[in-house]
Every structure is written in structure tokens, then in C-alpha cells.
């Protein structure tokens, strides 16, 4: 098999190489399987076992559909020194439910996951990726739909090629890093980004109501870039996060590595937004010098 840095499953014919388990294939998607028009309560979807380039980094993404009273939970493990690690969970995921980001690591300690981002530390890194996804609900008229998966690694030894730069400018809406709802904290930078992307699409969504779709209940922050990707999933956008690499501002900051953001599907949720309405001029103020230097740096 053919090793890339970057898989994206997706589809009816792709999906249906894996191990599927209380699941079933609908439009695409993974949902939960139904007897007598009711569906099962819990199930599993397993991908084949994946040759990837030695890394030390692993990020996995997902797009899915979770209405409420259903939730899917991601997991990974890493083929690393002979052998695979344990399953290791990104955590419960929903749009309406409280996310929280898992800690794990594996027996010896040298492969750990924190929050969005396995790293292996083994000799050799990491030679191998499998995903799972768990599909759950509380109400058997619902189900889960799970539309894309996706693994990126950051490889030990790069291969540098050369080609023509894109020279694209992407004209974005504005937004003012130190203008938002300040219980969010300080860190809106991921959540102003993903919405101006997607509001370039034509959406029409604040970057609020992105944070509120992705803030990650164990760090308090709005950081997590695999919770990025699904909330931009809810809205319809196919959304993973690429191989990383590293990147800075004209300033000199160091950058982050955003998840890719493509046009928006036919099928789409939307969340319920906690933001408060009176509060939206404040949110399309001019942007600053900082907030628009990040802006460019992060778009593809």
C-alpha cells in the first residue's frame, strides 16, 4: 500500500473496507443499524490497519452528524516498535454536549495523546494508523451519521519538493481578536478563522457560535483542532486537519496549522448558540494588525 501523510475516508465505497459492527452505510455515511425501523443503540465502525511514513505526530479528524441525544466518540491506535498500542479516544463528541479532550498514554510511555495531537516518542516513531469511531443514542428514532474520517502524521525525515507558489489572495470577513465573549477566554483565534472561512462560503455564523461548537470542556480552551474540524462538519463543510508543519507570522509567532475547509454539502446541522444576540456588533469590528496577519497565514 502506498504511504501518504494524509488519509480521508469518506463514502460508500471506501467505508465499506472497514469493520462494520451494529453499523450500517447510508447516503455515505456510517449510522447506527436499525431492526424494525428502530435503530440500535450502539455501534462500532473499525477502518483497515494503514501503512503510513515513520511520524512522531498523529491528528485525526471526523465530520458527523450528532442530533441530540447521540453522540460518536473517535479513537486511534498507533503501530509503533514492533506492536500496537491500546485504542486511545479523542473523547465523546457533540455539538450540544459537553466535550471534553482524554489524556492516555500507552504502557511503556512513549506513545501519549494529549488533547488533539499523538505524539510518538518511540524509536523509529510511528509505522502504522488504525481508527474507530463509536456511534451512540438515547432514543432509538435518532441516529449518529458519521461522514468523514481522517488521519494526518507529521513525518521524522521530510522529503522537500518544489512548485509554483499559489500567489491567492482570499478575501475574508474581519473579525477583532480582542472583541468576543469573554467567557471564551483569550484564545478565539481557531474559532475567528474557521468562521471566516466558512463564512466565505456563504455562511453566516459568528465566531462565537463556532467556539461554542468546539470549546473543549477539559482545557477550558477553544484550541482543540480535531473539535474545530467537526464543528465545521455540523455545518455541512468537509473539514480535516492536514500533515502539520511548522509555520509563523511576519511577526514572528508561532502559527498553528489549520484544518482544510472545503465548499459546504447538502446535508447540514446547525447548533443552538449560547451567544447572546445583543452582543453581535462587537463581533464584525474592524480587525487588528495581529488578527489579520494570523488570518493569512492560516488559510489555505
Known amino acids: 500500500m502506498e504511504q501518504r501523510n494524509n488519509l480521508v475516508l469518506q463514502g460508500t465505497e471506501t467505508f465499506s473496507r472497514g469493520q462494520l459492527d451494529n453499523v450500517a452505510l447510508e447516503n455515505g455515511a456510517l449510522v447506527l443499524d436499525s431492526v424494525a425501523g428502530r435503530s440500535l443503540l450502539y455501534g462500532s465502525y473499525t477502518t483497515p490497519e494503514f501503512a503510513m511514513p515513520a511520524f512522531c505526530n498523529l491528528n485525526v479528524s471526523w465530520n458527523a452528524h450528532a442530533p441530540r441525544d447521540t453522540m460518536v466518540e473517535v479513537r486511534c491506535r498507533v503501530y509503533a516498535a514492533g506492536a500496537w498500542t491500546g485504542w486511545m479516544s479523542f473523547g465523546k463528541w457533540a455539538p450540544d454536549y459537553p466535550r471534553c479532550s482524554v489524556s492516555s498514554h500507552s504502557e511503556d510511555g512513549m506513545i501519549f495523546l494529549m488533547g488533539d495531537t499523538v505524539t510518538v516518542a518511540a524509536p523509529g516513531g510511528g509505522t502504522g494508523v488504525q481508527l474507530q469511531v463509536n456511534l451512540s443514542t438515547n432514543n432509538d428514532k435518532v441516529t449518529p451519521a458519521v461522514r468523514l474520517l481522517a488521519a494526518a502524521v507529521r513525518p521524522l525525515a521530510w522529503e522537500k519538493r518544489n512548485g509554483h507558489p499559489l500567489n491567492r489572495r482570499l478575501y475574508l470577513p474581519e473579525y477583532c481578536l480582542s472583541a468576543h465573549d469573554p467567557s471564551f477566554g483569550r484564545e478565539m483565534d481557531l474559532p475567528l478563522v474557521m468562521a471566516a472561512l466558512m463564512n466565505r462560503w456563504g455562511e453566516d455564523i459568528l465566531p462565537e457560535e463556532v467556539a461554542y461548537a468546539m470549546e473543549d470542556g477539559s482545557t477550558r480552551s477553544t484550541g482543540n483542532t480535531a473539535f474545530a474540524a467537526a464543528a465545521a462538519g455540523c455545518c455541512g463543510y468537509p473539514c480535516w486537519q492536514p500533515p502539520q508543519a511548522a509555520a509563523a507570522t ?47 497565514m492560516m488559510t489555505p
Open 250 to 296: 511576519p511577526a514572528g509567532r508561532r502559527g498553528w496549522i489549520l484544518p482544510t475547509c472545503g465548499s459546504r454539502s447538502t446535508t447540514a446541522a446547525r447548533w443552538q448558540c449560547r451567544w447572546s444576540g445583543g452582543c453581535a456588533a462587537s463581533a464584525t469590528r474592524r480587525g487588528c494588525g495581529w488578527g489579520c496577519a494570523v488570518l493569512a
